[in-house]
């Protein structure tokens, strides 16, 4: 007889950017501690069909998979806290992708006639969308997007509820995620806007079995019954979900709430206790390093932290590796552009990271250059890759008007450009090269190890990426006898030619560009190879400012 599947629903009240992704992801990974077989949905409630066109001044980073999606950055989370889980497009899904596969299913006269509604066609297709992205697991963990309340979530909230009814109650559990704010002039942590939360969520019909409160510190038992008893649960139900130093503790923090043993218990999984030993080392890393690097960010979305989530994380992970807090320093590219290069002076190491559009890219290439001629180590991530090529082809190789396709079009010296067998295409979607290519690295040059090699230690690797333009072909040569490494190439079967995936400067410190974005394979546990040898080389060059 086939194994029960477990589902936990997580919700969120009161306000958005609680944390809700944060929490799921640690669930996650406590319950995958336990020796559970785990997995992890995102459902996203606005009608884009995916992020993937959303600026992330809007929503943030977008998060790409193996297998091309993009998605929110909260599967970015769960990558990060889930070490187990392959994620692919059936973990992430939208209002609007649900409405377009009902719409297209009608067209095509897939209903038969029938009027087509919310319920039942809308409300079917999400649970439709659910099963299939849990097939695979013992434990789907689902994360509902918005905040309880919104006109948008009804039906995602509306098909949550029948699936406690069509699975039966043992086999699904509500977790809501809420706010309990403590009044400095009061003196007294508040529980209105949590009673009000739960009210709105009852009223929907879905009755929280846990209650997660956010707040600055840990809510003591009288305050927990209390919201036990106007939310209609045990006040042992009640968890408080403090804030802390960083996001890697908090599961740590549940699980001394007892927050795993609580679920297992409610529904009814019988496994041992977790080993949290790596865990709490790497977290422990965190808070006592034993140095410190400062390392420049250079883009256009520094007011926006978001719009880097997986590369921050990433950079964290390298400090890990290297016992060391990684300090990063968001630099305005548009403020070098200005002439404030002195925002480079202090920096231990300089990253430029993946991008669209030419607003602030001539501002980016100074920091390129400065870090090439000054032997500050560098990391050019996608479009920060493109640029050292163009910076290197403009001010080393000769070539004055070197420039990209994206932003000059009809330039007589774009050493990037998009790839041939994409020319033409007019959907913007058809000229992406998304998901995961191989890559390989040459191992050696001139006797040495390369910098792709000494990282990695291996000559195949399989990275992700999101871009259109590629480094032109017609140029490689000339950029290879004027002294550029490429290091690691794609071989593109479809166009028969080698696609470039990484650059290096052989007689500096460390000078690195890559095509993909490495920041997406990074975990704490397992820091990605390339954050790791960028950090250690911050943390050890000695810069000339000759």
């Given at each position: ?9 997580v ?21 995958e501690q ?32 193996d297998d ?26 939208t209002t609007?992708?649900?409405y ?10 897939g209903?038969l ?10 409300t ?7 099963r ?8 789907a963990i ?10 948008e ?5 509306e ?9 039966g109650?043992?086999?699904v559990?509500?977790v809501h ?11 007294e ?5 949590t009673?009000h939360?739960?009210?709105?969520l009852?009223e ?11 707040s600055?510190r ?12 106007f939310c ?18 908090v ?48 883009g256009?979305y ?5 719009s ?8 964290i ?13 968001y630099?305005?590219?548009?403020d070098l ?9 202090s920096l ?6 993946g991008?669209?559009?030419?607003r602030g ?9 400065f870090?090439?001629?000054?032997n ?27 420039n ?12 990037i ?12 979607g ?11 690295i040459?191992a ?5 190890a390369t910098?792709?090699?000494?990282a ?12 259109r333009?590629?480094v032109?072909n017609s140029?490689r ?8 490494l ?19 400067l052989?007689?500096?410190p460390?000078?690195l560009g890559?095509?993909?974005h490495?920041?997406?394979l990074?975990?704490p ?6 954050f790791?040898a ?5 943390k050890h060059?000695k810069?000339?400012?000759?």
């Open positions: 007889m086939a194994k029960q599947r477990k589902y936990i629903f919700t969120g009240g009161v306000l958005s950017s609680i944390g809700k992704g944060i929490a799921a992801a640690s669930i996650g990974m406590l319950m336990r020796g559970i077989r785990v997995t992890m949905i995102k459902m996203d409630p606005y009608l884009n069909v995916d992020p993937g066109t959303m600026s992330p001044f809007q929503h943030g980073e977008v998060f790409v998979l091309g999606a993009e998605t929110d950055l909260d599967l970015g989370h769960y990558s990060r806290f889930v070490q187990s889980c392959h994620f692919t497009r059936k973990n992430s899904f609007g992708r649900i377009d596969t009902v719409i297209r299913r009608e067209r095509a006269g209903y006639g029938k009027t087509v509604q919310v319920i039942p066609h809308i079917d297709e999400i649970k439709r969308h659910i299939d992205g849990a097939a695979d697991s013992d434990l689902v994360e509902v997007g918005g905040t309880v309340g919104d006109i979530s009804l039906p995602f909230l098909a949550i509820r029948q699936m406690k009814a069509e699975e109650a043992a086999n559990l509500f995620l809420t706010l309990v704010p403590y009044i400095g002039a009061a003196g942590l508040k529980t209105k806007p009673q939360s739960v009210k709105e009852r929907i019909g879905i009755q929280p079995d846990i209650l997660l409160c956010r600055d840990k809510l003591p038992k009288d305050v927990k019954d209390k919201i036990g008893l209609n649960l045990p006040g042992e139900q009640v968890c408080s979900a403090v804030d802390v130093g960083n996001i890697y503790e599961p740590l923090f549940f699980h001394e709430e007892g927050l795993d043993e609580k679920i297992a218990e409610k529904l009814g999984i019988w496994s041992g206790r977790p080993d949290l030993s790596l865990w709490e080392n790497m977290v422990e890393k965190i808070r006592h390093p034993k140095g410190e690097v400062r390392i420049g960010i250079v256009k520094t007011d926006w932290r978001d880097y989530k997986s590369l921050s994380e990433a950079l992970h390298g400090g890990v590796a290297n016992d060391v807090k990684v300090n990063m320093i630099v305005d590219s548009e552009e200005k002439g404030k290069s002195s925002l480079l002076d231990d190491g300089i990253l430029v990271p991008g669209f559009g030419e890219v001539e501002g980016k290439s100074r920091a390129i250059e870090a090439r001629t000054h500050v180590p560098y990391f050019g991530i996608c479009l920060g890759m493109q640029l050292a090529v163009i910076e290197y082809s403009r001010n080393v190789c000769g070539l004055k008007h070197a990209s396709a994206e932003f000059k079009p009809e330039g007589s010296e774009n050493v450009d998009i790839m041939e067998a994409q020319k033409g295409l007019t959907d913007k058809g000229t992406m090269r998304l998901g995961a290519y191989l890559c390989n040459t050696k040059y001139d006797g040495e910098r792709a090699y000494s990695y230690g291996r000559e195949v690797v399989s990275e992700r990426h999101r871009h333009f590629e032109a140029f040569s000339r950029l290879e006898e004027m002294g550029m490429v290091s690691g190439v794609h071989h593109d079967t479809a166009s028969g030619t080698d696609l470039v995936e990484m650059v290096e052989p007689g500096h460390w000078f890559c095509q993909f490495p920041e997406f990074s975990k546990l397992q820091p990605h190879p390339l790791a960028f950090i250690r080389a911050s060059v810069k000339d400012f000759s």
